[in-house]
C-alpha cells in the first residue's frame, strides 16, 4: 500500500507564501491525493484533489490562494498571501486499488 | 449543502461497546461511499474504515478488524458504526466523512466528530 511522506512543521510571515510537499512512496508516484486542512480543535476540511498531472479540483469555497501542484511522486499545497486563519494542519490523503485508505503524518504550519 | 453529523460518543470501558451513527443530509446518499476516520488526542488522521454505495462492500483498518462493523441504511440516510471490544487506544474523535465517488476514493466532506472515550 502506498505510504505519504509529510514534513512535520512549516512556517512562513504574514502575507506570503508556504509551499507543503507530500511524498508518495516508491510505486505509487501516478496516484491522485488530496489535502485536508484542520484548525486548532475542529474537524478536517477537504482542500482539493490533486493528480499526477498537477491538475487539480478545489472544494466549495476554499479561497484562490490554496493551490495544487506536481512533480513525480512529490504533491505540492501551496498557500500564498498567508493569512492568520491559515494557521492549521495539512493532510495529505490518498487510497489504492485494494481500498486502503492513507493519510500523511502532517505538517504544522505556522503564521509569523 | 452536504452536512454529516455524527452521535452516539461517550465514555465506555475496556471491553464495552458503542454505536456512533451519522446523519447525512444535501446529497443523494445511497450513491456515494462513506468512511470513518479517527484521531486518537494528539495525533494525526486514522483511517477505520469504508462502506461502497450499490453492492456494500466493506474494508477495515487491521488494528479494528473482526471488532468493528461499518453499515449504512439508505432509507434513513444514516451510516453506522458498531465498536464491539473496545480498547483504551480506541479513544479518538471519530470523524465520517463523504467519499467523492460511489468506492474508496478521496474525501470531499467531514462530519464535526464525536469523541469515544475508553476508560475505567
Redesign the interface.
Known amino acids: 500500500q502506498p505510504v505519504l511522506t509529510q514534513s512535520s512543521s512549516a512556517s512562513a510571515s504574514l502575507g506570503s507564501s508556504v509551499k507543503l510537499t507530500c511524498t508518495l512512496s516508491s510505486g505509487h508516484s501516478s496516484y491522485i491525493i488530496a489535502w485536508h486542512q484542520q484548525q486548532s480543535g475542529k474537524a478536517p476540511r477537504y482542500l482539493m484533489k490533486l493528480e499526477s498531472s498537477g491538475s487539480y479540483n478545489k472544494g466549495s469555497g476554499v479561497p484562490d490562494r490554496f493551490s495544487g501542484s506536481s512533480s513525480g511522486a512529490d504533491r505540492y499545497l501551496t498557500i500564498s498571501n498567508l493569512q492568520s486563519e491559515d494557521e492549521a494542519d495539512y493532510y495529505c490523503e490518498t487510497w489504492d486499488s485494494n481500498t486502503v485508505k492513507v493519510f500523511g503524518t502532517g505538517t504544522k504550519v505556522t503564521v509569523l | 449543502e452536504v452536512q454529516l453529523l455524527e452521535s452516539g460518543g461517550g465514555l465506555v470501558q475496556p471491553g464495552g461497546s458503542l454505536r456512533l451513527s451519522c446523519a447525512a443530509s444535501g446529497f443523494t446518499f445511497s450513491t456515494y461511499a462513506m ?1 470513518w ?1 479517527r484521531q486518537a488526542p494528539g495525533k ?4 477505520v474504515s ?1 462502506i461502497s454505495a450499490g453492492d456494500n ?1 466493506t ?1 477495515y ?1 487491521d488494528s479494528v478488524k473482526g471488532r468493528f462493523t461499518i453499515s449504512r441504511d439508505n432509507s434513513k440516510n444514516t451510516l453506522y458504526l458498531q465498536m464491539n471490544s473496545l480498547r483504551a487506544e480506541d479513544t479518538a474523535v471519530y ?1 465520517c ?1 463523504k467519499e ?1 465517488q460511489q ?11 464525536t469523541l469515544v472515550t475508553v476508560s475505567s
Open positions: 468512511t476516520v494525526g488522521l486514522e483511517w469504508v462492500s474494508y483498518a470523524y466523512a467523492r468506492k474508496t476514493s478521496t474525501l470531499d466532506y467531514w462530519g464535526q466528530g
